[in-house]
């Protein structure tokens, strides 16, 4: 029988930061907990993070900017840091923080950092399924960790993690925390064509990625909550079927874009899909022929059906819309369906010529319809029937005066997207109120798209989002 293995090369790693965008923020103090077997050692350093530590950060790490002000750089650290993890499994609270701020660092010193990544949060998910909190404040409550020195200095909190390490030893059996170890830390194996950094630099954020094969032709465009967990899932060999092998096997390029969360990647998914038809993707493909119903009063009380088309400034505002329907086609049976269903008169519906003016239709002959066209039926009833056969497929008008913005945000990142809309059109996605502006002033000209309606329609719904007027 395997036995899984539990590594013996530790490094227990806790940051403190000026904030928490690792692109713009930086380290002010780093506690190492270096375990090899039965040997510890402790390692930990002020660093200047060469800015101002914002008053709120200085009140939460009790770190000033007069006690970094002579501490050294990264750049002076960097070295001995990295000679310190190097070999050793990196084991973080929250790991996709530090682990993202080192490699932020160093990449500012023009080098890469790598390591194999361990979250405690995530372990103490899988391992204590029970519980729904898991932050550092609520393990050392449930395990009785001891707290020496300050909450949130580097060095005192990498050792809460050293004793929660302990702690999962102490309380599962070796295999068993062997294997969620192990669980966290699987990779798949690439084909050979790919460049195994993709193991390292794929994000655990919320995005978009992009599949491209031979002369950079796009394949596929996918979307995920965790963009490294779900394109590895494609080149898991036990989860492999026929076509989703067909498709890894032509991947030579994977680019991904990062978005702050779901909303934000399924609005990208769908405009990308659309913009580079990638010929592994079958569904939110544009609709050409785009076009709903419209009840037209052509006398008093007498409400004929007319044929709209997406291009109509006007579609998605209009209250009286019925659809909408990918062409005129689908359109027409889906009317003519009705009319059978509800005994409603095709010649009045404009779905038939009569064979005489004046004449009743065929369907009124066969007792399919009940003959406003040979006057049998009032065109006031008719039209009432109508519009309760068409009750269901009436679209949702637009709400609001004007384009809106969906607030989308990270709070631990610190970071936020807003999703500029307007008459259930996606204009594209701001980070500022500049890129806010730039984006209305091209409204007129975004199409009506389907998929992006239905979607909005439902994020609407669920009431999760500040929405702002613009």
């Given amino acids: 029988m395997h036995t899984t293995v539990i590594p013996q090369r530790l490094a227990f790693v806790d940051l403190e930061t000026t904030g928490a965008n690792a692109a713009r923020d930086r380290v002010t103090e780093i506690g190492v907990v270096v375990v090899d077997g039965d040997r510890v050692e402790t390692w930990s350093t002020l660093v200047n993070p060469e800015r101002a530590i914002p008053q709120f950060i200085q009140q939460l790490t009790g770190i000033s900017n007069e006690m970094v ?48 990544v361990l979250c405690t949060v995530r372990l103490s998910r899988r391992l204590f399924p029970e519980h729904y909190r898991h932050n550092l404040d609520s393990l050392i409550a449930r395990h009785g ?9 580097a060095l005192a909190d990498a050792d809460l993690i050293w004793q929660f390490w302990r702690t999962l030893q102490r309380e599962h059996e070796a295999q068993a925390l062997a294997e969620a170890v192990a669980h966290q830390l699987l990779r798949p194996a690439l084909p050979p064509h790919l460049d195994p950094a993709l193991l390292e630099d794929l994000p655990e954020s919320p995005g978009v990625y992009l599949f491209y094969g031979e002369n950079d032709v796009l394949l596929y ?19 492999r079927e026929y076509k989703a092998m067909q498709l890894t096997q032509q991947v030579r390029r994977v680019e991904w874009r990062e978005t702050v969360g779901e909303l934000g990647a399924l609005l990208l998914e769908s405009r990308l899909i659309k913009e580079g038809a990638p010929a592994h993707n079958r569904r939110l493909r544009r ?13 008093p009380g007498d409400f004929r059906p007319v044929l709209v088309t997406a291009d109509d400034p006007d579609f998605g505002r209009d ?39 004046d004449s009743p239709c065929f369907a009124f002959q066969v ?14 009833l008719h039209s009432a029937r109508l519009m309760a056969a068409l009750a269901k497929t009436k679209m949702k008008s637009w709400a609001y005066p004007g384009a809106i913005g969906l607030v989308e945000r990270d709070d631990f990142l610190d970071v936020e997207e807003v999703h500029v809309v307007h008459a259930w059109r996606y204009l594209g996605t701001a980070k500022s109120e500049a890129e806010i502006g730039e984006l209305l002033e091209h409204a007129a000209r975004a199409p009506f798209d389907l998929d992006t309606y239905k979607l909005l329609k439902t994020q609407l719904a669920k009431s999760k989002f500040t929405i702002r007027a613009l």
């Fill in 319 to 357: 209250g009286d819309l019925f659809g909408p329907f990918s062409s005129r086609r689908q359109a027409t049976l889906a009317l003519r369906k009705i009319a059978d269903a509800h005994q409603l008169c095709p010649v009045v519906l404009g779905l038939e010529k009569p064979a005489r003016p």
């Fill in 145 to 153: 960790l001891a707290t020496e020195g300050d909450r949130h200095r």
């Fill in 221 to 239: 465009v996918g979307k995920s909550v965790n963009l490294r967990q779900r394109v590895f899932s494609h080149f898991a060999a036990d989860t």
């Fill in 69 to 116: 002000a002579d501490a050294p750089t990264f750049a002076r650290v960097a070295d001995e840091l990295a000679e310190r993890l190097d070999g050793r499994l990196f084991i973080a609270h929250n790991a996709r923080f530090d682990y993202g701020f080192l490699k932020h660092e160093y990449q500012r010193l023009g080098r890469r950092f790598r390591a194999d």
């Fill in 287 to 299: 609709a050409s022929e785009l076009c709903a119903w419209r009840l037209d009063e052509v006398a």
């Fill in 367 to 380: 007792q399919k319809c009940r003959g406003a066209c040979a006057g049998k039926e009032t065109a006031g």
